[in-house]
């Protein structure tokens, strides 16, 4: 794991503690439409059904939404079972992550 990967995984904490992200389809989609989340983190391994429909409603809603991580990884780091997605609900947090993770794909752009 490199260096940036660690370093992902653990804002992915600092945010979970600092009760600034929501986990799970259902929070995170609350998350997305009610505006409270300003990045969606979406496991690599989660079903193609679940990437559609985080992709599709961040779009709608105008939220940035990245790739990032397998569920067990994901989980593991916020302290819960497998998750397929996050809601990042801190502004700064979120860009900071944004970076981050555009950083560790090359800068390529996800969706948004």
Same mark, same amino acid.
């Given at each position: 794991?490199?260096?940036?990967?660690? /370093? @992902?995984?653990?804002?992915?904490? @600092?945010?979970?503690?600092?009760?600034?992200?929501?986990? *799970?389809?259902?929070?995170?989609?609350?998350?997305?439409?009610? &505006?409270?989340?300003?990045?969606? @983190?979406? &496991?690599?391994?989660?079903?193609?059904?679940?990437? /559609?429909?985080?992709?599709?409603?961040?779009?709608?809603?105008?939220?940035?939404? +990245?790739?990032?991580?397998?569920?067990?990884?994901? =989980? +593991?780091?916020?302290? /819960?079972?497998?998750?397929?997605?996050?809601?990042?609900?801190?502004?700064?947090? &979120?860009?900071?992550?944004?970076?981050?993770?555009?950083?560790?794909? *090359? =800068?390529?752009?996800?969706?948004?």
């Amino acid at each position: 794991m490199s260096l940036r990967q660690n /370093k @992902i995984l653990s804002l992915l904490g @600092i945010a979970m503690r600092g009760r600034n992200l929501v986990s *799970g389809e259902f929070q995170t989609l609350e998350a997305v439409k009610n &505006a409270s989340a300003m990045l969606v @983190i979406i &496991a690599q391994d989660a079903s193609a059904n679940t990437k /559609k429909l985080f992709t599709d409603k961040c779009s709608f809603y105008e939220v940035p939404v +990245r790739e990032y991580g397998l569920k067990e990884e994901l =989980g +593991r780091a916020i302290g /819960k079972d497998m998750r397929s997605s996050l809601g990042i609900c801190d502004a700064g947090l &979120a860009e900071t992550l944004i970076r981050q993770l555009d950083c560790e794909n *090359g =800068g390529k752009h996800g969706e948004n």
